[in-house]
């Protein structure tokens, strides 16, 4: 007998008539990742998180059966694909393919290495983090990011400390804070602070305490030019700027001398931390309230953020008077999809304004706007009304944008049929914006209200807008990926069009699947009443030689640890130092559709669902496996029977396959009498 005979035989014998055994469970594993940060302090985080409150923190979470969603913070999609699993402590985003625990969200939403995401964790739950002490040569040659969150720290206390305990930060910059009515609070809650009127205050400072003049210039601190360093802020009251979980990125920096001839205000430049374009100031303070309230506040400065804040509303950001992105608008959907546009009584700065509202539109944004008295802002207007008077002012005299731009347009018109014409241009093109067609319809009735023309005009025009608009759009986007079913399938013909290869490997990830996801699950056997699932899935899935790498990686692992005598399941495997391995063990343990509890509890009936049936399934995608394993091995000896002329290794080619098939159709026989879920 050949080969490829003896090893169906021992196929057979191997994958069919073997008796299970048990085996005691005990062991540990040591996390890698252990930097600076010691395991207890890693392990105390791990314990305390809720997933669902981290995520929480960025994103709007709604919940969807036993797991919650939301649009992810990682895509531009119209429709919710990112999901939250609190019994795994997991999320998957379907649309970019991110996935993972919470600290690997935080790593994620926030650019964070993974010591600064287990720092902001252990900030949040409360956690003394255990490292040990290092000198400042030490902290300044860790990871280049980590060395810029910590200089851009050390800079924002300086600054601090130069406002509050130096007499010229007391007596210019505090008093300025002061002339604005800001509270001693207020100053603390933002950060607010002062540089000195010195060309090297701050350097001489940084050099003093050990930090290199290169980082201070690649966090944007200092200035080289013409063979000279200097600091980038002088005389200038500070503003911190912060991403989202509270951490200082770059900086703002108003003058307050009338014989400067700098520009009113400057910030950092970009660097590796601060991309402006994907920064809304105040949105670390602000991003709570906003969730609460189901609504974003949008003003220009600065000053109307704090001062909203002082007054009690909190729920504000601003765009810090560069325009809006479309990153910043993304930023604001994550918390709420309600956004409402505060305007100075300015008409000139209105008009300006306006260049940023059909990116809200289109970014899927309830937008609404309104325009405060004439000479005042957002600052001034809320230190004057108060939290209760602000809001019901807003609340009155705000518009849905459409309309709000309308009339702003409109006024400046005039009998100008030119212009009118302009106008209406304009404000089909805003209206084009907007993804649903039905807000489109209602729109476009109001404005030929409102602009006094005929509705069939301004659907023309708007029509020739989305036509020209499909026209620029590209032709070979790439097809969206196909993803695998999340439960086995039932019938084997829905795949024998397919490359046996690729089969193949759709049954490896279903037998993994099933691994990964119930692992330490028990199942009664005839052999054992009480076995783990990983112990039998391993038996029947001895011999078997995973073709994909990640999944050989991920079977190699319950292995290993079921010889230490530890049950382990997909969870364990989310520390696992291969990338690779945790991103596949969370595609395996999200599931994108959940049965509704309606089914049973409404209407009465019963779904049978895959965790019922955890033996013939683990069973059933085994088997699957082998059989394709065995058709694979089928066609590659038929293909070499073509091409032999040999009468030798004719007989023995057909001896293996005539062996194979006998194998295949033993196996096809189990499969028919298998029953699944």
Not at 41 to 46: F, L
Not at 429 to 452: A, H, M, Q, W
Request: some cysteine; overall charge negative.
């Amino acid at each position: 007998m050949s080969r490829v005979a003896n090893w169906a035989e021992s196929a057979w014998n191997s994958w069919f008539r073997k008796d299970c055994h048990h085996r005691s469970f005990l062991g540990n594993f040591a996390i890698p990742f252990l930097f600076m940060i010691h395991p207890s302090t890693i392990d105390e985080i791990k314990n305390r998180i809720d997933i669902v409150e981290v995520v929480g923190d960025f994103v709007t979470l709604k919940r969807s059966g036993s797991s919650y969603k939301a649009l992810s913070p990682f895509s531009n999609e119209k429709t919710p694909s990112f999901y939250v699993v609190p019994s795994k402590g997991i999320f998957k985003d379907f649309s970019s393919g991110k996935g993972g625990d919470a600290i690997t969200f935080v790593m994620e939403v926030d650019g964070l290495s993974y010591v600064e995401a287990l720092k902001y964790l252990a900030g949040k739950y409360g956690i003394e983090i255990v490292e040990e002490k290092q000198s400042d040569e030490a902290l300044i040659a860790q990871n280049k990011r980590e060395s810029l969150f910590i200089v851009l720290n050390f800079a924002k206390e300086y600054f601090e400390d130069v406002l509050h305990n130096s007499e010229e930060g007391k007596s210019i910059g505090l008093s300025y804070f002061k002339e604005r009515d800001f509270t001693d609070e207020t100053v603390k809650k933002f950060e607010l602070g002062y540089s000195k009127e010195l060309w090297d205050g701050l350097l001489n400072e940084a050099v003093n305490k050990g930090y290199k003049k290169e980082l201070l210039s690649e966090a944007g601190l200092i200035v080289d030019k013409d063979n000279k360093t200097y600091d980038r802020f002088r005389s200038r009251v500070m503003f911190p700027i912060h991403n989202v979980s509270g951490k200082t990125i770059a900086f703002g920096g108003r003058k307050l001398s009338s014989t400067d001839k700098s520009a009113k205000y400057i910030n950092s430049p970009e660097t590796e931390l601060y991309f402006k374009s994907k920064v809304l100031y105040g949105m670390y303070q602000g991003k709570n309230a906003i969730r609460k309230d189901d609504n974003c506040y949008l003003v220009e400065g600065y000053t109307d953020v704090i001062s909203m804040h002082q007054a009690g509303i909190e729920n504000v950001v601003s765009s810090s008077g560069t325009a809006l992105t479309e990153d910043q608008v993304k930023l604001i959907r994550r918390y709420s999809e309600n956004v409402t546009v505060i305007f100075d009584g300015d008409q000139a700065g209105i008009k300006a304004s306006m260049r940023g509202i059909d990116l809200l539109l289109e970014g899927d944004l309830n937008v609404r706007a309104v325009a405060l008295p004439d000479g005042e802002d957002p600052d001034s207007y809320a230190r004057q009304l108060g939290a209760a008077g602000f809001r019901d002012y807003v609340a009155e005299e705000s518009q849905d944008i459409i309309r709000f731009k309308t009339k702003v347009l409109l006024d400046e018109t005039g009998n100008d049929p030119v212009k009118k014409a302009g106008v209406i241009k304009d404000i089909v093109s805003s209206i084009t914006k907007i993804n649903d067609p039905v807000k489109r319809t209602v729109y476009i009735k109001e404005c030929s209200d409102l602009l006094g023309i005929a509705e069939s005009v301004l659907i023309s025009e708007q029509n020739k807008i989305l036509i020209e608009n499909r026209k620029g759009q590209k032709k070979d986007d790439p097809p969206m990926p196909l993803e695998m079913p999340p439960f086995p399938m039932e019938q084997d013909e829905l795949v024998d069009s397919l490359d046996i290869s690729k089969i193949i490997e759709f049954q490896e990830r279903e037998s993994v699947r099933v691994l990964v996801n119930y692992g330490k699950n028990k199942i009664q056997t005839r052999e054992l009443q009480d076995q783990y699932l990983i112990d039998y899935f391993l038996n029947e899935a001895d011999e078997i030689q995973f073709t994909n790498e990640t999944y050989r990686k991920i079977v190699e692992v319950f292995q290993k640890k079921l010889r230490e005598g530890e049950v382990i399941d997909g969870e364990f495997l989310l520390n696992h130092e291969d990338e690779d391995v945790r991103k596949t063990v969370i595609d395996l343990s999200a599931e994108k559709y959940e049965i509704s509890q309606n089914w049973s509890e409404k209407y009465q009936i019963h779904v049978p669902r895959e965790i019922e049936f955890l033996k013939d399934v683990t069973y059933s995608n085994v088997l699957r496996l082998k059989f394709r394993i065995v058709q694979q091995l089928i066609q590659e000896e038929t293909e070499k029977l073509k091409h032999t002329t040999n009468e030798v290794e004719v007989d023995e080619l057909l001896d293996d396959i005539n062996e194979l098939k006998k194998v295949s159709v033993e196996i096809a026989k189990i499969l028919g009498n298998v029953l699944v879920g």
